[in-house]
């Protein structure tokens, strides 16, 4: 088993996650920690999942990413209907990855089963996936289905990872290692207990009750936070005199505030209240606001560290395109009018 150390020096530079730290990841069942227990995962609770990924996303943004997209896609297990999940979850190397767009088509078959068709994009740890994730556009003889109030139905589909082609076309800066490419689906046929509605579950855990869009928002700050601390890490071995409390407590205490969002939010729902739009966006702009204070931060840092820090060779300017990478996800991005 390798330690923390061990593992950000195997990350240092490489371009994508090498076996043997896959396989202690798959050993730990590090990418099932939202799977209930009853199909073998770890079922951790919320605070307990956030605090691994920031862990994680401190010793590699790579790597945190694609523990974080990926063991949030296998929360899908929750959706599945439960001997589906049991048989795939059995295997402690089963692992989901996709995509949240609607790159497709689902053929209706007329013994229930769905031809599938299309390509998706930003598929995070793909060459490291069992299964692949996917939404598409339900249709019948080549005409979309509409549901009651007239609109397209999406059905969410799950499809082994050899029923894919993986396109590698992952060309940014930073998250080198993330294997976020796209992939290709063609004519491929699926059973219907195959398919899944993402807010519909089978397994009636509190978990299951977090609204998606606080799952999301706080699975992505723990990464900027991890994001952050390393850097913080490597600035101050290329300038030591410089004085970083101030970030660092600024992360400390964010740390401090999620768990106490994710303690609050399981809360409520072990008392059966509601999670109200205002609680949501209590978190969101919480969320949004902290990210963007420590991308201005972080690069009045950056523009202290003199020319060694734009080596690219150099630990500092990966964990810098790492974090400017994974910011531009769509979940905390703002829009300026008249820059």
Known sequence: MFTPKEIREKMHGASEVSQSIIDQIHHERLLQIWVPKRYGGLG???NQGLQLLFDWSKIDGSLGWMLTLCSGANFFSRNLKPN??????SNSKTCFGGSGMIGGTAEKQTDGAFLINGLWHFATGAPHLSHFTLNAK??????????????????????????????????????????????????????????????EFFTGDTIDKIPFRIF??????????????????????????LDL?????????????????????????????????????????????LVDNLSHQILQIYIQLGINASHTDSAVY??????????????????????
């Not at 723990?222 to 101050?236: D, K, P, Q, R, T």
């Open 44 to 46: 951790f609770r919320l």
């Open 84 to 89: 589906i999940a049991k048989e795939l979850f």
């Open 138 to 199: 339900l249709t019948e003889n080549g005409n979309p289905l509409l549901d009651e109030s007239g609109l397209e139905i999406i059905r969410s589909f799950v499809i082994s990872k050899n029923q894919a082609e993986i396109i590698p076309n992952w060309k940014s800066m930073g998250m080198k290692a993330t294997g976020t490419y796209s992939f290709k689906v063609d004519n491929v046929k699926v059973a219907e207990d195959c398919s899944f509605i993402y807010d």
């Open 216 to 241: 999301a928002d706080l699975t992505l700050l723990v990464n900027y936070l991890g994001m952050a601390s390393h850097f913080s890490e490597e600035a101050i071995k290329i300038r030591p005199y």
């Open 245 to 289: 409390n101030f970030f660092d407590e600024k992360i400390d205490n964010a740390m401090v505030k999620v768990i106490k969002f994710a303690n609050e939010i399981e809360d409520l729902l072990n008392e059966s209240k509601a999670i109200t739009q205002e609680k949501q966006s209590e978190i969101h702009d919480y969320s949004s606001d």
């Open 318 to 339: 990966q964990v810098f395109c790492d974090y400017f990478t994974a910011t531009q996800h769509s979940n905390f991005r703002k829009e300026f009018e008249n820059m």
